[in-house]
């Protein structure tokens, strides 16, 4: 039985799920933070996150995805904050589109509910859309959106309620550990710790001495920007799913995304829209957080051609950090030369919906020294080992 407490560091969508986890399990937990979580300086905010199970990425997420929902639902119940919302999925693309041929693999693999839209189909079920002629679509109709901000704010009340401690507005300057547990050093104090969970985001590469620069992660600031619906009936959660578009490039490398108001969101109104592409690495200590009026500009004018008539002026626009490994699959691990340390970093973009998940897997990493959760494709020696 552990008598020192685990130590996480960083209290975002992973480590607050770290600290439910651990609490749940009776271990004595301290989790810290350098802000005060749910915050809008990290990865963790905007009010919506996409949440699919047929997954384009690798199927291998599935079986995590699948149990990350029931995470997500249990949660619920257990704090009664809304996490996810099931308005559904729909992604578009031409025929020859790899996310959807990809997802439709992955939901065939898994028994995934999915329905495939022909290009009239699509046409008529969703006329808001102006996608080029051939366009088809696949609708996974149980997924939805997550709500980053209450899935930070449930999973940090279940750790309080199982008697975890947080250091809040409190910054970690260095993590020194070995296998058998470490010291974490904060601003004028150290704290003891038997096991230690790193979860900081775009600021990992900072608090992994030692493995960081084998991992190359890269943290890229990023645009999201809602816009006031014109037609606020084809904006409306009823009418309108969570939705990807695949366009083959016509507007850049990557996908625009969108989610729908829900009902009773906090903040803004509308129709938040994201593009997620290739990015320039930014320093998450030293970069511009307004906005680029540039990037506005672009998002509305592509949205003109894409939801043509259906969207009004934007409303506001936030920025937010992606911290992007060498392959955009997450890296989960022990430290192979500190064991008794577990990290979670590298999310790419993608990783808010499994938090529950990784926050199961973290807190069996750290206690057991392995999980039997199906997480080894997301192992650090993919990139430490030739
Ligand atoms: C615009 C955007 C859109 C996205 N869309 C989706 C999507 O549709 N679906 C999806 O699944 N995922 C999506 N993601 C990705 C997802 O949001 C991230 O993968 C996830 O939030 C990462 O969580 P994290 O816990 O690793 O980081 P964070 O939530 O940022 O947490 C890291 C924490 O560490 C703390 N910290 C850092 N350094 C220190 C230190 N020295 N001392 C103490 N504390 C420290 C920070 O303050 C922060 O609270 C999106 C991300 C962005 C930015």
Redesign the pocket.
């Given at each position: 039985m552990i008598s020192s407490p685990v130590v996480v560091?960083?209290?975002?969508?992973?480590?607050?799920a770290a600290c439910a986890h651990l609490a749940r399990r009776g271990v004595p937990v301290i989790g810290?933070?350098?802000?005060s979580?749910p915050?809008d300086?990290?990865?963790?905010h905007?009010g919506?996150?996409?949440?699919r199970r047929a997954y384009f990425e690798h199927p291998d997420y599935v079986p995590l995805l699948e149990r990350a929902f029931r995470g997500w639902e249990r949660l619920e119940s257990e704090t009664g904050l809304a996490c996810l919302k099931r308005v559904g999925v729909l992604l578009m693309g031409g025929p020859d589109s790899e996310v959807l041929r990809a997802s439709q693999e992955s939901a065939k693999r898994h028994s995934i509910e999915v329905m495939a839209l022909a290009p009239r189909q699509l046409a008529t079920a969703y006329p808001q859309f102006g996608l080029p002629d051939g366009t088809c679509g696949l609708l996974e109709p149980d997924a939805g959106?997550?709500i980053?901000e209450n899935g930070?704010e449930a999973h940090l009340r279940v750790a309080r309620r199982h008697g975890a401690e947080f250091r809040l507005d409190?910054?970690?300057?260095a993590i020194e550990a070995d296998d058998d547990g470490g010291v974490v050093r904060l601003e004028g104090e150290s704290i003891d710790a038997s096991r230690i969970v790193v979860?900081?985001?775009?600021?990992?590469n900072?608090?992994l001495p030692g493995i960081a620069e084998r991992l190359h992660l890269a943290a890229q600031r990023?645009?999201?920007v809602w816009f006031r619906p014109r037609d606020a009936t084809l904006c409306s959660d009823a009418r309108m799913p969570a939705w990807v578009i695949d366009d083959g490039g016509a507007c850049g490398d990557g996908l625009y995304?969108g989610?729908p108001t829900w009902s009773g969101q906090i903040g803004h109104d509308g129709v938040k829209i994201?593009f997620?592409g290739p990015g320039t690495p930014i320093d998450?200590d030293d970069h511009a957080r307004t906005p680029d009026p540039l990037v506005v500009d672009r998002f509305r004018n592509d949205m003109e051609r894409y939801l043509p008539g259906v969207l009004g002026d934007p409303v506001a626009a936030a920025?937010?950090?992606?911290?992007m490994s060498p392959d955009q699959h997450f890296v989960i691990d022990l430290v192979p030369d500190a064991r008794s340390v577990a990290f979670?970093?590298g999310?790419?973009?993608?990783?808010?919906?499994?938090?529950p998940v990784i926050g199961e897997l973290l807190a069996d990493l750290v206690l057991e020294g392995s999980s039997e959760l199906p997480a080894d494709f997301l192992r650090v020696g993919r990139f430490t080992e030739s």
């Open positions: 560091v960083g209290l975002g969508a992973m480590g607050s810290i933070d350098r802000f979580p915050h300086q990290g990865s963790s905007g919506s996150r996409v949440a959106f997550v980053p930070v409190t910054r970690v300057v979860t900081a985001g775009a600021w990992s900072q608090l990023k645009h999201i995304y989610v994201g997620h998450p920025t937010c950090l992606y911290t979670a970093a999310f790419s973009g993608h990783g808010y919906k499994f938090a």
